[in-house]
């Protein structure tokens, strides 16, 4: 104990400098954290008093028997895994086709119109695309009518809005992962390709067993951030659709504070701590497989 | 370089793909840009015009007060938010980094490192009653204080930095040890003129992302007062019978500031971003 003491008073210092860091993140982190997995386990209507009543996992099963946060739950996971599969397929193929010695020129050019909006506001970005989609308004029915093309139900019909969603976002997020890919390939050993080469190995077999292992810890990385990325789907929801058509797009960030909108408190938490438990698992499942082996690049 | 001498066929493919993806990329700009120098009506009746029928400003004087509150309030708040918050959180991250690299075992020090890394997990937008609740204890609602301190912390500053202070080699820290510096000394006259690079990354990306921020703005304000532009943008967008030029005038003024920025320093951004997120 006597020990203990002694290295924090000579390092104290360093609490000193740490001080501020674990204040905020204490003050607007942890603290929100707790307090909100604690409202989880009380009465809505009682929530925000003094006194709250507690009601054990009363909200978890009243918010697991709710078909309309089911169908929300299966909604989210299956606009993450397209999400995420689209996002990184467009970026790898993005930064293979800029890394290649195809594009000398102009290199620059492409790189920054696909990363632009990756640093637009997304409130901004959003706002033009849902006016993009508008029927009446939109460049891109007009398009469409203009080359002969049938139209684009875009964010008013049941069958499109999702991927609409989708589109918005990939131009928003899929420049971020292509510079990941870009950052991994310039690190690569360019002359096992060679080898490859000289020992016959086709393009696709000098891709698929050379370059693309040397990928794993973008890969790995790149699935982790999106996939925390597109389980918490929220302002393209709130700027675009809320939630609609017909709940298509009502993914679990986006109901849940609804829920908080009608003062449902205990509900909302409750769906928070879920979501959030689910983020921590897929998360740290994607890292442990993309770990397994030790990366090679 | 490359073992393949690249094909013309594969290469004219390539550029059309690359062209008309960043087309594609770049349009909702220019759609943006267009449409806030075109009246309503002239919209909706030809949305494709690539160009204005006429240059007038007027639209950014018909906005001029959106919700009660002066336009040039908004772009303050911008400024002053995201300013003060990047300072703030540069500070604050680039300490608490060096710290928890310097000493790991100290105790306590994981702790803050893993209440942080479980922080980023959370969803964000699912804290705002907490938020709201932490903020109102402190006395902190609808106050620029509550808002700046909310926005200082971020995950890719936090990493940028910690991923810079541990290639820092330790050999360097042990000669000035053994010249008899005390840490304070170590730190300002070592270790902060290496990292004045780093910390202007840093700087500059959080600004950037700073700019982007309006959820906990819209929580943490209680009138229209501390709302920056993007929240602005936000509430106009959500009324009815919205004013669509102005909405598009309001976007332009929204995205052009970061445009702009990261277009004079997108070497240092991109690079920057994708380090910072390699060591997540």
Known sequence: MTDLLARMARDRIF???VAPFAALTILFGLWPILLSIQVSFTASASALKPNPSYVGFANYASVLADPIFLASLSRTLLYTALAVVA?????????MLLDSALLKRGNLFFRLAIFLPVITPDVAGYVVWRWLYDRSFGAINAALK??????????????TAMLAVLIAELWHHAGFYMIIFLANLSMRDRTLEEAAHVDGATAWQRWWYVILPQLRPAIVINTVYALIQFLKTFTVVVVMTKGGPNDQTNFVSYYAYQLFDQARYGEATAMATILFAIVIAISLTAYRIGDREPARA | MSPLRPNRLLQAMGYLVATVTSVLFLYPYWWMLVSAFRPTRAIMSDPLRPWPEALS??????????GGVNLSTYALNSVLITSAATVLGVGVTALGAYALVRRPRAPGFSLVRYGFLVTIMYPYMLLVIPVYLVMFRLGLLGSYAGIILFLALGPLQFFLFEQFFRKIPSEVIEAALID?????QILTRVVMPMAMPITATVALITFLLNWAQWFPILVISRSPDTYTLPVALLSMNSELG???QGIMALAVLTTLPVAALFLLAQKRVMEGMASGAVKG
């Open chain 1, 87 to 95: 996002n990184l397929a467009f970026a790898l193929f993005f930064a």
């Open chain 1, 15 to 17: 609490y000193l400098f």
């Open chain 2, 57 to 66: 400003f007027q639209i950014f004087s018909e906005i001029g007060r959106i």
């Open chain 2, 180 to 184: 008899g510096a005390s840490e304070w």
């Open chain 2, 242 to 244: 919205s004013n669509f």
């Open chain 1, 146 to 159: 203009m080359l002969g093309l049938p139209a684009f139900g875009g964010l008013s019909s049941v069958d």
